[in-house]
């Protein structure tokens, strides 16, 4: 018994067109272990003129609603921001069809609703890729510590920050480093979300209300950009270095939540972190510290996150039309 | 809307008396939070006479089918072994229970058969619990990489040979350091099994069989029995230390498995396991190196994967009863 799974994709960027790679290399696999047979139906791009390897041209639209009412299971939105976004992952909801997201602007703003919405349509929103790319850290707090009270999660979350402070421990200056890190497709399009630390405090939001469900008592931001190669030289002569450390932490009547640059020792699982890599520490009372970590971004690890929510969708609801 | 979930326990020991514990401290959250009353009806022990604090005596019994035929939506079995474990999970599996399993023995030896049995019957084996206690690598396997094409698994498994080649490092000698181990409450009834690699060997096989689902083409394994503290001492002036790393990668037709102590230098991520710590490097062609540590075994970290496990259960069927 095959399950047929119709995949319409609103976004076919790097992560979009890691995804058609993905369901074109791991489809014949996907098919035989899980059964279930993938198939992109539409794909909304932005400049219905460019040439992209693999995506099948006749696929292609430049209207949302051509996507939205193809009669998808799942809706895959890949296009980023929070207003057309959220308008079209509503009326994907609205229609019945499951959600896979990176998004973490629109999850950080408006998940609440969304999640809410999802539940009364009953379907899901899958949004592994939103926080770490591959590292499948929703799951390990959705299900896999389910049973366990939370009481702290800390992370190295941003990829971009990571790089640069990486790049400035092997002598380059602030903005050479950002460069660099820009050239090498790691930083967001608007590199200040990651400099100043909101991108890593939208994917902490993430986890807090995954893992903690109390409201947030207080939140600190600060980002890397006031960061000097003296400090960063200082810190080593201490065996140290500079991370910009995510935490959130139980507190009583709620959360406190911070993203800030802080002395870590050389020694310490988050001074291990280097380049883009990412890492978080989860402490349970009853587990423990379970600890998580690879490739926080890139094309393709971003993809794999999105086909397994795919799957899961598909796994979950078992709605899908047989063939 | 709640759903009630009643839970018969085979097995009271360490991991089922944390069990009972944990239910009695997460009930309420749980129940606030996924809207699930767990409830456990009945346990069965070998010894009906001993006391068990937190445990109500009108639960306990020393026969099997009172649980097994208690009307339960998840079966725990947690009493270890083959021949018996087995039986009794056949019995549930037949009567339409979920199962929820810490036995790496018992799939290792007949885990393809339950699975195929449990298929037909519409339920769920839960054995998150069964593979590095509270670190979520069954699921990261399962779901948050199924979407990629796995290429190797190697990690550090077994915790008890951890615990002593650390000792050992510190300077005492094999069997100190194993009576150590045994105090601490780390190592297996029978010890032969984690100092010989047999232990790891069938975490190993579970790890494999969900990652690859290929014939095994080759098998080594190598416990820590001969290892003594001057290749340790011999080791260490190399900047290196011994682990006892079990490894599953894909070659032409099929798996390659092996379990063998190995020397690692002190910088990588499996020489920075230490005492009781089990690390897991899962390599996929998409995602690139994901990893997961924490800590493997003890009563209350293994008995949360199992909590876990159940409640998944039921969200995956939804068929609780509503209260």
Chains 1, 2 share one sequence.
Do not use: W
């Not at 139906?41 to 992209?52: F, I, K, N, S, T």
């Not at 399009?189 to 939208?202: N, V």
């Not at 939140?219 to 270095?241: F, H, L, P, Q």
Request: glycine share 10%; aromatic share 4%; net charge negative.
């Amino acid at each position: 018994m095959t399950h047929h799974v119709r995949i319409g994709l609103l976004g076919c960027g790097n992560v979009g067109g890691g995804l058609v790679q993905l369901v074109a290399d791991e489809g014949v696999r996907i098919r035989e272990r899980y059964g279930v047979a993938l198939e992109i139906v539409r794909v909304l791009v932005r400049d219905g003129e460019r040439e992209r390897p693999g995506v099948d041209r006749r696929l292609i639209t430049t209207h949302a609603l051509d996507v939205l009412d193809a009669d998808c299971d799942v809706i895959v939105e890949l296009i980023g921001g929070v207003h057309s976004a959220g308008s079209f992952v509503r009326r994907a909801l609205a229609r019945g069809c499951n959600v896979v997201t990176a998004n973490k602007a629109l999850l950080a703003n408006c998940g609440r609703e969304l999640f809410a919405m999802a539940e009364r349509n009953d379907v899901t929103i899958g949004f592994e890729a939103s926080v770490c790319g591959a590292v499948p850290v929703v799951r390990a707090l959705r299900r896999g510590l389910a049973g366990d009270s939370i009481e702290s999660i800390a992370g190295i979350l941003n990829g971009t920050c990571n790089y640069v402070l990486t790049r400035m421990e092997e002598g380059l200056d602030f903005e050479t480093a950002l460069l660099r890190a820009q050239a090498n497709g790691f930083a967001e399009a608007d590199p200040s979300l990651d400099i100043d630390g909101e991108d890593a405090a939208q994917k902490l939001r993430i986890l807090a209300d995954l893992a903690f469900d109390a409201p947030v008592r207080r939140a600190i931001m600060m980002g890397i950009r006031g960061v000097t190669s003296a400090e960063i030289d200082d810190a080593s002569e201490k065996g140290c270095v500079i991370r910009l450390v995510a935490e959130a932490r139980r507190v009583a009547g709620g959360v406190e939540m911070s993203v800030a640059p802080r002395l870590v020792p050389k020694s310490d699982p988050f001074a291990r972190a280097i380049d883009e890599e990412n890492v978080v520490m989860i402490r349970g009372r009853a587990s423990g510290d379970v600890t998580l970590s690879g490739r926080g971004a890139g094309p393709l690890p971003t993809a794999s996150a999105v086909l397994s929510d795919i799957l899961e969708c598909g796994d979950r609801s078992r709605r899908f039309a047989t063939v």
